[in-house]
């Protein structure tokens, strides 16, 4: 399979949140199929829909990876274990979270998986970084760049936190 280019989002709120997000992208790049291109800048954000937990780490990878959609996202789940991430209260705490936010122009509505991210376009802690990455990609299905679907978003606070971890990109 011809390498593909996607985008992953991450966060964690629990413990250590930027080594979280580190170990994370070590462990996403340390499987052959998968080559991070480039990481932004780290942000702490508001968490949304259950607000009584800690301000979250969040950040955008860019990955090209010879993986198709669903062995990818049982990748990014496995890690997600591996790290004793644990699916209690939605939208709650969680030490890591992995998400495939585009995976090239594919468009996926299954019920175990949706591309793009069916609240990509919802989430400033999600566009804040991909803008800073790529700034005119189009949105596959809403046709607006990143640029103008961070300028619909008003919502939730997005605070740059740290630069880009150089470490992680191959």
């Given at each position: 399979m011809e390498p593909e280019v996607v985008y992953l989002g991450l966060g964690s709120n629990l413990g250590d949140k930027v080594a979280q997000c580190l170990l994370a992208l070590k462990e996403v790049s340390a499987d052959n199929h998968n080559q991070i291109k480039a990481v932004s800048s780290l942000y702490k954000t508001e968490p949304i829909g259950y607000r009584d937990q800690d301000w979250f780490i969040n950040c955008v990878a860019e990955v090209s990876t010879t993986?198709?959609?669903?062995?990818?996202?049982?990748?990014?789940?496995?890690?997600?274990?591996?790290?004793?991430?644990?699916?209690?209260?939605?939208?709650?705490?969680?030490?890591?979270?992995?998400?495939?936010?585009?995976?090239?122009?594919?468009?996926?509505?299954?019920?175990?998986?949706?591309?793009?991210?069916?609240?990509?376009?919802?989430?400033?802690?999600?566009?804040?970084?991909?803008?800073?990455?790529?700034?005119?990609?189009?949105?596959?299905?809403?046709?607006?760049?990143?640029?103008?679907?961070?300028?619909?978003?008003?919502?939730?606070?997005?605070?740059?936190?740290?630069p880009p971890p150089r470490e992680v990109c191959q």
């Open positions: 993986l198709p959609p669903h062995p990818l996202q049982e990748f990014l789940q496995g890690i997600e274990q591996s790290m004793g991430r644990k699916r209690t209260v939605k939208m709650g705490p969680r030490i890591i979270d992995l998400d495939i936010l585009l995976y090239g122009n594919e468009v996926i509505e299954e019920e175990d998986l949706v591309i793009p991210h069916p609240r990509l376009h919802e989430r400033r802690f999600v566009l804040v970084p991909l803008m800073e990455l790529v700034p005119d990609l189009l949105h596959p299905i809403l046709k607006k760049t990143v640029t103008d679907l961070l300028k619909e978003r008003e919502d939730g606070s997005v605070e740059l936190y740290a």
